[in-house]
């Protein structure tokens, strides 16, 4: 897998984005809001990462790590809905809206299952790529774009 998070939508609550597997749509992203100088939680620095599955005390399952992020520890992907649902790390989900992601444990579910034999199959990544500049364009629960 070539992982890449190419964010599109920010705004003051949080970072909509959208995973790719190289140029295929895999599902949307949900990250807390840029902020500059602040421990997590925050939207993770762009570049790339190793990504790992491993045991997670707060889940108490195996999730998908993002290792070795600067200045954070801890970062999953995983499921949930809202802004309040990250702690600096990455939801998943196949459904958006403003400062909103859905069907999240479905589409983690059957993240991880692809993560995982992936990882199996010899160590991966997962680049974050920050939006184009200029103006944004959000869209609304029903898939269309509003501005």
């Not at 705004?11 to 840029?34: F, K, R, S």
């Not at 925050?42 to 707060?58: D, E, H, V």
């Not at 400062?99 to 974050?128: C, K, M, P, V, Y």
Request: aromatic fraction near 10%; charged fraction near 20%; glycine fraction near 8%.
């Amino acid at each position: 897998m070539k992982l890449i998070v190419q964010r599109r939508w920010p705004d003051a609550q949080c970072v909509i984005g959208e995973m790719l597997d190289g140029i295929v749509h895999l599902c949307y992203t949900m990250e807390p809001p840029y902020a500059v100088n602040v421990v997590k939680p925050r939207a993770i620095p762009a570049g790339t990462y190793n990504l790992t599955i491993r045991f997670s005390p707060r889940f108490a399952r195996l999730m998908p790590h993002i290792e070795d992020v600067p200045g954070f520890d801890g970062i999953l992907i995983h499921w949930g809905n809202f802004p309040a649902d990250t702690d600096g790390c990455c939801l998943v989900g196949d459904l958006i809206g403003t400062n909103f992601i859905g069907h999240s444990r479905t589409e983690f579910d059957t993240l991880f299952l692809q993560l995982n034999d992936a990882i199996a199959q010899g160590q991966q990544t997962i680049t974050f790529i920050d939006p184009p500049s200029g103006p944004f364009m959000y869209p609304d629960v029903d898939g269309e774009i509003e501005t």
